[in-house]
């Protein structure tokens, strides 16, 4: 816990050297990162390799390396990831409400930094860089906790990140890693009261269920993503079948893949066996209900634990329907709130899935795959909310912010 402490009062340190800074000068930091990151290419290969080896070595799911994995074109995007939160507005100071009072006070809601923001992930080195980043921007101090699967990526991103701030001249504990990868590092962060202003947990259901139970500091719940689509009677089935391949095939180890499709009866007989013949191409394993069944001889019975898991495999729970109501009863019954799509040509039933179902995004004729912070145009983005304070979906700049009020008088009294 000491060494925890000690990050901790240097990052508040750093807080306030950082929420003076102006927006020119922490773009320049950032375009140093972006540029450092294309530079060092061959050590991040070189430590990401260690990773994956020792991943291999211990049996890590295939889906799951393939989050760890960083080749030269994801390093390309996680450093076009930085030009692009360099070109995204700064929020600090932005006045985003207030005005005038009859006794003459003049009141302004201002965008301020949240201050210190802790992150406990898994292995995603790419994590390492967008909190880090979007942090810097937003004028917020980060202490970075992965998970020991990426211990070497990211000891080596953040030390090229670290180089890029002192070269700037910021100070280099405006990024802190917490090198200590043990269940202990975790809790104490968890408890860092008083230097962790809030605590953003991104990874699995375990991992985030355990940071909400067990912390003290102030968390924002992310992202455990059992994401749904539903094929409507009226579906474009052609067009069905390329999304929920998309949904489930592009990355299946993200948290906005669709994990369960439901189809209604009227078109199951059409669709499944297109979409089956899709998913073979990917070797994608089917677990289904009993009318899927019927179907798919290959499927294998899906429980209710089938459809309750965020699988991040090439695992689909399938289900046929009778309408549009058993549909959103079952997604109302599993979701963990993240994002479900519809596909429709009924404007009635499009209105009714989006109006009823209370995720983080719900989507009418598109896949899941696009609850992203770069999709949404925020840049990076520091995870996806999925609770409702003190923000919601994906987290960009401007939800790494609090605010304060800034009241001018002339004297007034009450």
Same mark, same amino acid.
């Given at each position: 816990m000491?060494?925890?402490? *000690?990050?901790?009062?240097?990052?508040? %340190?750093?807080?306030?050297v950082?929420a003076?800074?102006?927006?020119?000068?922490?773009?320049?930091?950032?375009a140093e990162?972006?540029? /450092?990151?294309?530079?060092?290419?061959?050590?991040?290969?070189?430590?990401? *390799?260690?990773?994956l080896?020792?991943?291999?070595?211990?049996?890590?799911?295939?889906?799951?390396? !393939?989050?760890?994995?960083?080749?030269e074109?994801? @390093? $390309?995007?996680? /450093?076009?990831?930085?030009? %692009?939160?360099?070109?995204?507005?700064?929020?600090?100071?932005q006045?985003?409400?207030?005005?005038?009072?009859?006794?003459?006070?003049?009141?302004?809601?201002?965008?301020?930094p949240?201050?210190v923001?802790?992150?406990?992930?898994?292995a995603?080195?790419?994590?390492?860089?967008?909190?880090?980043?979007?942090?810097?921007? &937003?004028?917020?101090v980060?202490?970075?906790?992965?998970?020991?699967?990426?211990?070497?990526?990211?000891?080596?991103?953040?030390?090229?990140?670290?180089?890029?701030? +002192?070269?700037q001249?910021?100070?280099?504990?405006?990024?802190?890693?917490?090198?200590?990868?043990?269940?202990?590092s975790?809790a104490?962060?968890?408890t860092?009261?008083?230097y962790?202003? @809030?605590?953003?947990?991104?990874g699995?259901?375990?991992?985030i %269920?355990?940071?909400v $139970?067990?912390?003290?500091v102030?968390?924002?719940?992310?992202?455990?993503?059992?994401?749904?689509i539903?094929? !409507? +009677?009226?579906?474009?089935?052609?067009?069905?079948?390329?999304?929920?391949?998309?949904?489930?095939?592009?990355?299946?180890?993200?948290? #906005?893949?669709v994990?369960?499709?439901?189809?209604?009866?009227?078109?199951?007989?059409?669709?499944?066996?297109?979409?089956?013949?899709?998913?073979?191409?990917?070797?994608?394993?089917?677990r289904g209900?009993a009318?899927?069944?019927?179907?798919?001889? $290959?499927?294998?019975? *899906?429980?209710?634990?089938?459809?309750a898991?965020?699988?991040?495999?090439?695992?689909?729970?399938l289900?046929?329907v009778?309408?549009?109501?058993?549909?959103? +009863?079952?997604? $109302?019954?599993? &979701?963990?709130?993240?994002?479900?799509?519809?596909?429709?040509?009924?404007?009635?039933?499009?209105q009714?899935?989006t109006?009823?179902?209370?995720? /983080?995004?719900?989507?009418?004729? /598109? &896949?899941?795959?696009?609850?992203?912070?770069? +999709?949404f145009?925020?840049?990076?983005?520091?995870?996806?909310?999925?609770?409702?304070?003190?923000?919601?979906?994906?987290?960009g700049?401007?939800?790494?912010? &609090?605010?304060?009020y800034?009241?001018t008088? #002339?004297?007034?009294i009450?």
């Amino acid at each position: 816990m000491n060494a925890l402490i *000690a990050l901790g009062k240097r990052a508040k %340190q750093a807080a306030r050297v950082l929420a003076c800074q102006t927006t020119e000068k922490k773009d320049a930091a950032l375009a140093e990162i972006a540029q /450092a990151l294309r530079a060092q290419l061959p050590a991040i290969l070189r430590e990401n *390799a260690r990773d994956l080896a020792a991943a291999a070595e211990n049996g890590m799911a295939v889906s799951m390396q !393939d989050r760890l994995r960083l080749d030269e074109p994801r @390093v $390309q995007e996680i /450093a076009a990831a930085v030009e %692009q939160v360099i070109a995204l507005p700064d929020p600090i100071g932005q006045v985003i409400g207030g005005g005038n009072r009859p006794n003459g006070l003049k009141i302004e809601k201002v965008r301020t930094p949240l201050g210190v923001v802790g992150m406990i992930y898994e292995a995603r080195p790419n994590v390492t860089v967008d909190a880090a980043c979007l942090c810097l921007k &937003s004028s917020n101090v980060c202490i970075l906790r992965g998970g020991k699967e990426a211990i070497h990526s990211n000891t080596e991103l953040v030390r090229i990140m670290r180089e890029a701030l +002192e070269a700037q001249g910021l100070p280099a504990y405006c990024i802190l890693l917490v090198e200590d990868t043990t269940r202990a590092s975790a809790a104490d962060l968890m408890t860092l009261n008083g230097y962790v202003d @809030v605590l953003i947990p991104r990874g699995g259901k375990g991992l985030i %269920q355990s940071v909400v $139970q067990n912390a003290t500091v102030p968390v924002i719940e992310t992202g455990a993503g059992n994401c749904h689509i539903y094929v !409507d +009677e009226s579906a474009d089935l052609e067009m069905a079948v390329c999304v929920c391949d998309n949904a489930k095939t592009s990355r299946p180890s993200v948290c #906005n893949a669709v994990e369960t499709v439901l189809v209604h009866r009227a078109v199951a007989a059409q669709f499944l066996p297109k979409l089956a013949q899709k998913l073979a191409e990917h070797q994608v394993e089917l677990r289904g209900c009993a009318r899927t069944l019927a179907l798919l001889p $290959q499927a294998i019975p *899906a429980t209710e634990e089938d459809y309750a898991t965020e699988y991040d495999d090439y695992i689909l729970a399938l289900r046929v329907v009778d309408s549009l109501e058993e549909a959103i +009863e079952h997604i $109302q019954t599993y &979701s963990t709130g993240h994002s479900e799509a519809i596909l429709t040509n009924d404007f009635a039933n499009a209105q009714a899935f989006t109006t009823r179902l209370d995720s /983080a995004a719900v989507y009418v004729n /598109a &896949s899941t795959r696009f609850t992203d912070g770069g +999709e949404f145009g925020f840049g990076a983005e520091i995870g996806i909310s999925t609770q409702k304070l003190h923000t919601r979906g994906p987290m960009g700049l401007n939800e790494l912010c &609090s605010c304060k009020y800034i009241v001018t008088g #002339n004297g007034q009294i009450r």
